[in-house]
C-alpha cells in the first residue's frame, strides 16, 4: 500500500518567506509526527497528533512554527517569517495507535532558505 | 527528563565483522524499543523492533533487549558495506507519557564498514 507522502520534496524559499509543507500519512494511522533533521544531525522533535486529542506541541522551536491536521488525516507544517537556520529536511512520520506500532517516516522536504 | 542515548561513533568495522550498536535508556517504564537506520540523505526505516527480554534475531541482525539495565543493542553479523548507515535507537516511553509522543529517539550511531 501507500506509504507516508510528504510534499514538495524540495522547497527554496526567500527569507522572510512563509512555507506549508504537507504531510499525508498511511491510510489508518492516527498517529502523526513532525521532525526536523539539519545536515550530519539527529531528529529533532517538532510535534505530535494523536487522534482527536491536542496535539503535543512541544518540540516547536518558536511561534513562527505552526501545524494543523485537518479530519484526522493530512497535516500541514507552516513556518512563517522563514530564517535562514530553519533550512533542513523535514520529516513526517505515522503510526498505529498502539503503543508498540513503530513510524513509517516520509522521504522528507529539503528546506533552503536563501 | 526522559531520555535515550546512544554513542554517536563513528563505529568502523571491517566487512564480514560483526558490528555491536548500543543504546541506553532513563525510563524503566518503556514497553517497546526500535532500530531504524538512516542512510545519508534518506528518511529512516524500521529494520528491527523488540519488545522483551532477551535476543530477537532476523537474518544478520540481533536485537538484544534487558530491561533491568536499561539496555538495547543490535548486532549486525557479517557486516556489509551496505550496512554504512546511521543506525537509530527509539524508545516507546509508555502509551502517551512524556514528551515526543509516543517515542523518544537518540542521536544515532554512524556504522562505516570497509571493504
Known amino acids: 500500500g501507500a506509504g507516508v507522502s510528504q510534499s514538495p520534496s524540495n522547497k527554496v524559499t526567500e527569507k522572510g518567506k512563509d512555507v506549508e509543507l504537507r504531510c499525508d500519512p498511511i491510510s489508518g494511522h492516527t498517529a502523526l509526527y513532525w521532525y526536523r533533521q539539519s545536515l550530519g544531525q539527529g531528529l529533532e522533535f517538532l510535534i505530535y497528533f494523536q487522534g482527536n486529542s491536542a496535539p503535543d506541541k512541544s518540540g516547536l522551536p518558536s511561534d513562527r512554527f505552526s501545524a494543523e491536521r485537518t479530519g484526522g488525516s493530512v497535516s500541514t507544517l507552516t513556518i512563517q517569517r522563514t530564517q535562514q537556520e530553519d533550512s533542513a529536511v523535514y520529516l513526517c512520520a505515522s503510526s498505529l495507535q498502539q503503543k508498540n506500532s513503530p513510524l513509517h517516516f516520509g522521504n522528507g522536504t529539503r528546506l533552503t532558505v536563501t | 527528563q526522559k531520555e535515550v542515548e546512544q554513542n554517536s561513533g563513528p563505529l568502523s568495522v571491517p566487512e564480514g565483522a560483526i558490528a555491536s550498536l548500543n543504546c541506553t535508556y532513563s525510563d524503566r517504564g518503556s514497553q517497546s524499543f526500535f532500530w531504524y537506520r538512516q542512510y545519508s540523505g534518506k528518511s529512516p526505516e524500521l529494520i528491527m523492533s523488540i519488545y522483551s527480554n532477551g535476543d530477537k534475531e532476523d537474518g544478520r541482525f540481533t536485537a538484544q533487549l534487558n530491561k533491568a539495565s536499561q539496555y538495547v543493542s543490535l548486532l549486525i553479523r557479517d557486516s556489509q558495506p551496505s550496512d554504512s548507515a546511521t543506525y537509530l535507537c527509539?524508545?516507546?516511553?509508555?502509551?502517551?507519557?512524556?514528551?515526543?509522543?509516543?517515542?523518544?529517539f537518540g542521536k544515532g550511531t554512524k556504522l562505516s564498514v570497509k571493504p
Open positions: 527509539a524508545v516507546n516511553m509508555g502509551p502517551y507519557g512524556g514528551s515526543q509522543g509516543n517515542l523518544i
